[in-house]
């Protein structure tokens, strides 16, 4: 009798167990997530943004001068981008001087150093409009850039007063 009471107590238990079970409720919640995308880039000046030509013998007037600068500009582009560059105006004019230095001696260049972006180079001369620099190039969160500053010849130089002559060059991107 005693095995009869314990199996039935077993039995319930276990029977008890199983229906506790049945009864467990769930409930859910639901929380609404959004990602909101905006149209991001920027670019960032290097550490040591100036270029500096100096011409003071005849050696440097024979031949074309280049200013390397590594790492020059950094862009950030959550889309396909395209860099453009200018002169913010014309070179200073120092007293003296029947035509002021044209901006256009100077011609600015990507450095085949900087790492591949997908991009197609131009190498245009300074003026005061926009000219594309860098067209078609891939999203990046860090393209960074090398950039060569060059005149190619001096002639441009040639009967100037000496002195200092310079402006700001202003990069642009833009998204397409």
Excluded: C, R, W
């Amino acid at each position: 009798m005693k095995k009869i009471l314990l199996i039935i107590a077993v039995l319930l238990a276990i029977g008890t167990l199983f229906n506790l079970k049945a009864n467990a409720q769930t409930v859910t919640g639901n929380v609404p997530l959004s990602i909101v995308l905006s149209d991001a880039f920027s670019i960032t000046l290097g550490a040591t943004p100036d270029v500096v030509f100096t011409y003071s013998t005849a050696a440097d007037y024979a031949s074309s001068k280049t200013v390397a600068k590594t790492n020059h500009f950094t862009v950030v582009s959550n889309k396909p981008y395209s860099v453009a560059v200018k002169a913010a105006t014309e070179f200073n004019v120092i007293a003296g001087n029947a035509t002021p230095v044209s901006l256009s001696v100077v011609q600015v260049s990507i450095d085949p150093s900087t790492p591949t972006t997908g991009a197609t180079y131009a190498t245009p001369a300074l003026t005061t409009t926009n000219q594309a620099l860098v067209t078609t190039a891939s999203p990046t969160l860090a393209g960074t850039y090398n950039v060569n500053y060059t005149i190619p010849t001096a002639a441009g130089l040639i009967g100037k007063v000496a002195g200092t002559y310079a402006t700001n060059v202003v990069y642009t991107v833009t998204q397409p």
